[in-house]
């Protein structure tokens, strides 16, 4: 069975989530929730450490493969730098 809870809009658009559900789904005070729009209206889904872990390794992967071989990070903002200094 759905639980439905009411909770009134303030001023910044800010909704309290009913304690029973805050409780139920793990969601506490500095968490963070992801807000996904449906047809129906807007879902919150608490976002876990886990989740935030793999989607860092992911990115971490990206630039790892984007990064050039060779270069240390120093190197690399430097040449950055040298590059828009260049621009200008």
């Excluded at 009913?18 to 608490?46: C, F, M, N, W, Y």
């Excluded at 886990?50 to 971490?60: G, H, R």
């Amino acid at each position: 069975m759905t639980e439905r809870h009411r909770s009134k809009v303030g001023q910044k658009g800010q909704v309290v989530v009913a304690k029973q559900l805050r409780k139920k789904h793990g969601i506490k005070e500095g968490g963070l929730v992801e807000q996904i729009s449906t047809d129906e209206g807007v879902l919150l889904v608490p976002v876990s450490v886990d989740d935030l872990l793999e989607e860092l390794d992911a990115v971490a992967e990206e630039v790892g493969e984007a990064w050039p071989k060779d270069v240390s990070a120093v190197e690399a903002v430097r040449q950055d730098r040298e590059k828009q200094w260049s621009r200008k």
